[in-house]
């Protein structure tokens, strides 16, 4: 499998494992490391191996589809397009077993249950919503265009929070459209 590990980062007592563009890259084009800055859609997907409703054969089957139309939007937009998993487990171990399923992310962030990095940001912290899952968070942002190599995140704003598995799905079968935004 070409989904090798790029590299695995101890983060905030957490991992996050960051992975090259499988079906993304083909949706998106590869990602140009020369630019680190401009805005971007990321589609956090929030979920853990222990959970019914994630382990669904009918997620686990739409979930391509998601990833598709959501690229395509990001595309047509002329903005980057990241996807990220959100594992909701104790043991990163896990996570990695249970993402592995759905097919490639660029970025995972596992391990610490419901207070890692990923889930104190978009769950608990400034973009806070219900603690659930499967959720489905999207998030467009526009990083600093910095030629000393420190990126920071200018503006961030959720577009669009979806729990549980009905709402989910019935999102991806309308074809997972994205409101429409605005970036600085």
Not at 170 to 175: L, V
Request: hydrophobic share 45%; proline share 5%.
């Amino acid at each position: 499998m070409f989904g090798l590990l790029v590299f695995m980062v101890l983060f905030s007592g957490g991992f996050v494992v960051t992975r090259g563009l499988l079906n993304v890259e083909r949706a998106t084009g590869p990602v140009q490391f020369d630019r680190f800055g401009g805005p971007e859609l990321v589609l956090l997907f929030f979920a853990s191996s222990t959970c019914g409703a994630c382990n669904d054969k009918r997620l686990l089957a739409a979930y391509p589809a998601m990833i598709e139309n959501v690229a395509k939007e990001a595309l047509e937009r002329k903005v980057r397009f990241a996807t990220a998993g959100v594992g909701i487990d104790h043991r990163p171990s896990d996570a990695i077993k249970f993402f592995n399923k759905f097919g490639p992310f660029n970025e995972l962030i596992i391990g610490r249950n419901w207070t890692n990095s990923g889930a104190l940001r978009y769950l608990w912290g400034e973009f806070s919503g219900a603690p659930e899952t499967p959720q489905v968070v999207v998030v467009a942002r526009t990083l600093s265009d910095s030629s000393n190599w420190v990126v920071q995140v200018k503006s961030e704003r959720v577009l669009l929070r979806l729990s549980g598995l009905r709402q989910i799905l019935r999102w991806i079968n309308a074809g997972a459209p994205i409101p429409t935004y605005a970036l600085e």
